[in-house]
Every structure is written in structure tokens, then in C-alpha cells.
């Protein structure tokens, strides 16, 4: 396979990070982070993936350049009306254009996952790198903790606080972080223990370094590879509850698009406008695809073990 | 036992005085270290010979900190050591690890592994004191920005060596330090931890389970054998063959190289 990436990159930089001995931890780290994106983009899977995100993500920065019509004022007279023509994915029951809702709705989705993402894999890190480095009571305490959350099926429990909380974005974000962390906290501990005995941590106790030191410094870069993979497979997850929460009217208020909503509201008409539903269905699949195939070609690159 | 009297200075470096660590409870309990006592005087380099489980290693993590369960007596330049140690204390004692595959950060470029001690300590002028920390063990500063993996097995443990130089240590702990090198680099790595040595007027305890490196390195050493002193004796005693122990003997016949009819009259101890 030829390798499009190396061959496409202007000769001059590219040299600068292929650098034997790099001048600055600035260049080091970069350099380390091209040859982790030169071997990522070897993956076509993996950039597939990144190309679906990356038109998601353009979507919803640009939906009003986008989106041909307003996606929340209706026009009663085109209710239902078939794809094609003007409204090339057909308008709902209330005669909104379907195309314009998935656009705004990806803003929905990406807000939902960047949310879920910065909230709860902190929280996972630190309490199980917290747990796994200090052991005892604190692991003890921590861990079963972790496992009463982790008992609970996801959806269910997220069904529980977004009825509980109400519905509106921000609590279903809060409904899914709740419900996301404790498989982190696992991964994390689990790395930890693998790091704890190494010498290079004994070196940096020897050297004086404090508790925490070792823990942001030393442990915690090493939990990041498999907990970043981990987490850029969970988005597809978060994308289906985000969208069963949706479905079930237990996400963002209407008439705001999103996705899991549409499918909700057209499944009345499924046999009769089929378009009403599916093809808010088909972006829910292809964003968690992607994300998917993300996941997958992080792995490969930063997880080498786990194949 | 016999005992060497060779105490230049008045105050030992390094002090032991029965020293004995266990792990684990109740039936479960090792002891992995039983009443053992040395001195190091400053500026000289002491042994610990045994095979693996000796416990010699575990006598070196004690005196570095990393093991707080032991009971007895131990000093190093006349500061007692407890569980919980200070700050400065800990810069007295620096340690170098058996293997430099594990030793130094996968994620941390040289700079980093050897500025970091300098930010704990809060030193002062890092950027001068990294570049002769990399002088010193004959390290370019080329490979100020490299990371561990793109350095080789010798460059690693010199690495490792000027990490723990760089805070300026009187006292050095080797935890066989060339037993993961390859031959020919072997003797690189020890002539260049003598020459610092001598040039830094540092104190080494080197465990190590090859009496050639022992013999070449240290003035006397220790035998060990599961947790215990079997002997204690200077390098010309070793070089004489003038072992009282047999178990010492044994280890010595065993580091000229395999001789079938020598370890078929092994004792099993």
C-alpha cells in the first residue's frame, strides 16, 4: 500500500518532524504525533471514519450556510411531501424539511457528545487512576462504587434521571456523563495497576516526586491511549442513548431538531411517509459508524496490544 | 563472619545495623531480609553478592525508600532513616535500576525524565545542569529531546544514570546496573560509573549476583544467602580465592565459568 500522506506532505516540515534529533519538547511531541497520524491514516477504514465526523462536525458550524430551509418554521401546505424536488429528503407532519433537520439536529448530537466526553472520562481517570494507585480503603471504596453505577443497564438508569431531572439537553447530557463514567474508571485502574510497580515510578519516588506529581505526571499519561480509544468507541453509544432519549421524549424539548426525536415522530407514518423517520435513522447509523471506525483505527495505533 | 576494618573517615555514610524486612502476615509472612549490618564509608563502593531471593535487592529498595516495612537501624551520612523521610533526604540517595527498559517513562523525553528531579527540589539554572547531566555520562545533547524508545539499551541505562546524578547524591544505589546490557557495553557502563565515582566522591552499593563485576567495582562486599550475611570480604580476598564460607566458594567457582566436575561436588545449602 502506498503511503498517500507521507507523499503529499510538503518535504520541508515533514523533515522537521522526521528530525532525528529534535531541538525542543515541542518538536519531540510533535513528532510523535505526525507518526501517530501517519500510521492512522494508513488505516482507510479509519479515515472513512474520520471523514464522516468531519462533515458532521462541518454540518453543524455551518448548518445555516447548509441547510436550504428553516429547519422549525413549518409549511403546512407541503406536509409529507415525498423526497425529491425542493425538499430532496421530503418535509415531516408539520411540512419542515427533513434535510434541514438532520443538519441542525448534528448540532444536537455533537453538542451531546462533546459533553459526555469532557465530563465524564475526567471523572473516570481520576477515580480510577486514583483508586488503583492508592489501593486499600480509598481503592475499596471507590471501586464499589464504580460497580453500583456499572450494575445498573445504561439506558435504564439515564431513563431514570433525564424523567427525573426533566427533559432538555443539558440534563440528558448529565443523564448519559452519569451513566458513562464508570467503565473509565475501570480501564483506567486497570492500567494503573499494570504501572504502579514499574521502576520508572519508583524512580520518580525516589526522586521526591509527591503523590499527586505521580499520579497527573506519571500515571495518568498512561492510562490516556486506551481510555481515548475507549472513549471514541463509546460515541456511538452515547449517540443511540442520546437519540433513545430523544425517541422516548426524554431529551431535547421540541420543536428543536434531533434526531432520536424525528425517528419518534415519524414512526406513525412509517409505512405510509417512510422518509420521515428513516432518514434521521440512516444519520444516527452513519455518525456512529464513524465514530466506530475512529475508534478502531485509534486503537490500532495507540493500542497495539488489544488487535 | 569475619570482620574488615577498613573505616577511614569517622562517620559512615551508609550504617546498617540489623536490619530485617518482612512481607505479608501470619502464615503468609517472608522474611526476606534477617539482621543484616554493614557500613559504607563515604567515597567507597560496597557489594551485595547472592543469587535471586538473597534479599539483596530488597536491602536496596529499603535504603532508597520504596520499602517502609523494615525494623533496625539504618543511616546514611549520619541522618537516621524512618518510614516517611524529608525532602533533602531523599536527595542524599539516588538509585539506578537493573533494567533500562523499565526504569525511564515511555512518554517523557530525556529532558523531561532529567529535569523533573530539578523542579521537585525547585533548582535553580535546569537548562545548564541538564546539558552536563547529559555531558557526564558521554550523552549528546542530541538526545536532549529523544524519547526512551529511540535509544538504545546503553543509552537508556546512562540516561538512567544521569537521572540520578542530577540532584547531586552523595550516595548512589546500583541494583545491577549492566545485567540487562549487552556484553560489550557492560564494561562501558562500569568503567563509566567508576570514573564518576572518583570524579563526584560517591558512595556505590552495588547488588549484583556476577562476582567478576563485584570484584571489579567494590572494595569489600557482602554474601548473601536466603535473607543473611553468609560472609563478608574485600575484593583481595576474593581475587586470592581466600573464602571461608563454602556457599562463597561455591559462588565463586560457579562465576569462572561451567566446570562439570566442580558442580558435581556442589553442596546443596
Redesign the interface.
Known sequence: MTDWAIAVTPPRWRKWLLAETPQSRLQARLSRAYLSWVAFARNPLAMLGLVIVAILVFCAVFAPWVAPHNPIAGDLGNRLVAPGGEHWLGTDQQGRDIWSRIVYGSRTTLLIIFMVAITAAPVGIVIGATAGYLGGKVEAVLMRLTDAFLAFPKLVLALAFAAALGPGIENAVLAIALTSWPPYARIARAETLTVRGTDYIAAARISGASGMRILIGHIMPMCMPSLIVRVSLDMAGVILIAAGLGFLGLGVAPPQPEWGAMVSEGRSQILEQWWVCTYPGVAIFIVSLGFNLIGDGLRDVLDPREG | MTEIVTESAAQPMIEIRDLSISFGQGADRVDAVKNVSFTVAPGESYGLVGESGSGKSTIL?AL???NPFWSGHMAIAGQKLAAKRP?AL??L???V???PY??????H?V??ILS??LA??GVEDVETRVRAALDRVGLGP??R???PHQLSGGQRQRV?IA?ALI?EPKVVLLDEPTSALDVSIQAEVLNLLTDLRQQLGLTYVLVSHDLGVVAHMCARLSIMRTGEVVETASADDLSEGRLLHAYSRQLLIASRGYDPAAIAAFGDF
Not at chain 2, 102 to 107: A, D, E, I, T, V
Request: hydrophobic fraction near 30%; aromatic fraction near 12%.
Open positions: 529498595r532508597a525508600g520504596l525532602r531523599r536527595r540517595v539516588q538509585m535500576f537493573q533494567d523499565g526504569s525511564l517513562h515511555p512518554k523525553t529532558d523531561h523533573e528531579p521537585i527540589h542530541e538526545f529531546f529523544r524519547y538512567a537521572r540532584l
